[in-house]
């Protein structure tokens, strides 16, 4: 996993090389099939193919994940290596450790490249276990950006911002641009990754089987152990996320379904940091453990709540979508409060 591009040793001309078939292969594997099968689903009353239906639903999941990726590189190259100085320099106080930990992910896209940098920092001995814990609940509060930002209806806008994006950073000659080109390319890629998967879903709509499964995620033991699983096997709570909000959207999940999801999802995202721990020091595994540690206990805590949580929630807008947005961030930010004081 790329946690950071190093400025001093990226070749952009060999980066750019790769842009045009990049694009190429975009439309070709992705954007073309999943756009004829959206204009051949328009009508309710077809027959479902399962095969174009299950290629498509793949083919938005890539390019809403390709996305994400592209927008983290775009990101990265931007900020450099100043992130590794933030880290290191900020986290001697546990409540700025919560800031730089929820900035570098707000950054970076990725908990769990915050999670897996933070375990090689404390394995090389760059920063203690203490100083870890609190960037690993800054972590958490930052990967809820990525839902906040999902929730906005801008997928009318997606095929606009992957043509600004493509033109940036395929013509412009400075680096700087070229980066926020790709950043705004990833956000369009993004969403409209998020359109294909719910166009994709309309004609599910209709059929008991699958809103039998949608709805047996309102059994938090259900919900919470496929939104774990799912993001296990995609290392992406943000992923998992934003596939939430786009059945969401679609009118397919209902809040009491969405809420335990997302709690998997943030059981889910620990996989990879204990991964990374593997092979580490003793105290690079306690950070890789008490990640897992937090994130579990909050979320069993939460289960037990969760209809009471999901009133609360849905006072917050009209909006499901922005519900489940809201509810992932306000959970993170709830259980970082309770678990703060552990940290010293």
Request: with cysteine; aromatic share 10%; hydrophobic share 50%.
């Given at each position: 996993?790329?946690?950071?591009?190093?400025?001093?040793?990226?070749?952009?001309?060999?980066?750019?090389?790769?842009?045009?078939?990049?694009?190429?292969?975009?439309?070709?594997?992705?954007?073309?099939?999943?756009?004829?099968?959206?204009?051949?689903?328009?009508?309710?009353?077809?027959?479902?193919?399962?095969?174009?239906?299950?290629?498509?639903?793949?083919?938005?999941?890539?390019?809403?994940?390709?996305?994400?990726?592209?927008?983290?590189?775009?990101?990265?190259?931007?900020?450099?290596?100043?992130?590794?100085?933030?880290?290191?320099?900020?986290?001697?106080?546990?409540?700025?450790?919560?800031?730089?930990?929820?900035?570098?992910?707000?950054?970076?896209?990725?908990?769990?490249?915050?999670?897996?940098?933070?375990?090689?920092?404390?394995?090389?001995?760059?920063?203690?276990?203490?100083?870890?814990?609190?960037?690993?609940?800054?972590?958490?509060?930052?990967?809820?950006?990525?839902?906040?930002?999902?929730?906005?209806k801008v997928t009318d806008y997606a095929l606009a911002l992957i043509a600004a994006g493509a033109l940036m950073s395929l013509f412009s000659k400075k680096d700087s641009t070229r980066n926020i080109g790709f950043v705004i390319l990833g956000f369009g890629l993004l969403f409209y990754g998020m359109k294909v998967m719910s166009d994709t879903m309309k004609p599910l709509r209709?059929?008991?089987?699958?809103?039998?499964?949608?709805?047996?995620?309102?059994?938090?033991?259900?919900?919470?152990?496929?939104?774990?699983?799912?993001?296990?096997?995609?290392?992406?709570?943000?992923?998992?996320?934003?596939?939430?909000?786009?059945?969401?959207?679609?009118?397919?999940?209902?809040?009491?379904?969405?809420?335990?999801?997302?709690?998997?999802?943030?059981?889910?995202?620990?996989?990879?940091?204990?991964?990374?721990?593997?092979?580490?020091?003793?105290?690079?595994?306690?950070?890789?453990?008490?990640?897992?540690?937090?994130?579990?206990?909050?979320?069993?805590?939460?289960?037990?709540?969760?209809?009471?949580?999901?009133?609360?929630?849905?006072?917050?807008?009209?909006?499901?979508?922005?519900?489940?947005?809201?509810?992932?961030?306000?959970?993170?930010?709830?259980?970082?409060?309770?678990?703060?004081?552990?940290?010293?």
């Amino acid at each position: 996993m790329r946690l950071f591009v190093d400025e001093k040793n990226i070749n952009m001309k060999e980066y750019m090389k790769k842009v045009p078939l990049t694009f190429l292969l975009i439309f070709i594997v992705v954007l073309l099939p999943t756009m004829l099968f959206a204009g051949s689903s328009s009508s309710a009353q077809k027959e479902i193919s399962w095969f174009l239906l299950v290629t498509s639903l793949f083919g938005g999941l890539g390019m809403f994940l390709y996305g994400m990726e592209m927008m983290s590189d775009g990101m990265k190259m931007t900020a450099g290596n100043r992130m590794r100085s933030i880290l290191e320099k900020l986290t001697s106080n546990r409540f700025f450790a919560v800031g730089v930990g929820a900035f570098v992910t707000m950054v970076i896209q990725s908990s769990s490249a915050t999670t897996v940098m933070l375990v090689s920092f404390v394995n090389s001995g760059l920063l203690s276990f203490t100083q870890g814990l609190g960037v690993i609940l800054g972590s958490n509060i930052g990967s809820t950006v990525t839902a906040q930002i999902v929730a906005f209806k801008v997928t009318d806008y997606a095929l606009a911002l992957i043509a600004a994006g493509a033109l940036m950073s395929l013509f412009s000659k400075k680096d700087s641009t070229r980066n926020i080109g790709f950043v705004i390319l990833g956000f369009g890629l993004l969403f409209y990754g998020m359109k294909v998967m719910s166009d994709t879903m309309k004609p599910l709509r209709s059929n008991p089987t699958f809103n039998t499964i949608l709805t047996s995620f309102e059994n938090p033991f259900m919900g919470i152990l496929a939104g774990a699983i799912f993001t296990a096997l995609i290392q992406s709570s943000s992923a998992t996320t934003g596939i939430v909000i786009t059945l969401a959207s679609g009118g397919s999940i209902t809040l009491e379904a969405g809420i335990p999801l997302i709690l998997g999802a943030n059981i889910g995202t620990c996989v990879t940091a204990l991964l990374s721990g593997l092979n580490a020091s003793r105290e690079a595994k306690r950070v890789a453990i008490a990640h897992v540690t937090f994130n579990l206990i909050g979320v069993v805590l939460f289960c037990f709540w969760i209809p009471t949580f999901a009133e609360m929630v849905a006072k917050t807008s009209d909006n499901i979508p922005r519900q489940i947005a809201n509810a992932h961030t306000i959970f993170n930010i709830l259980a970082t409060v309770v678990f703060i004081p552990f940290t010293s």
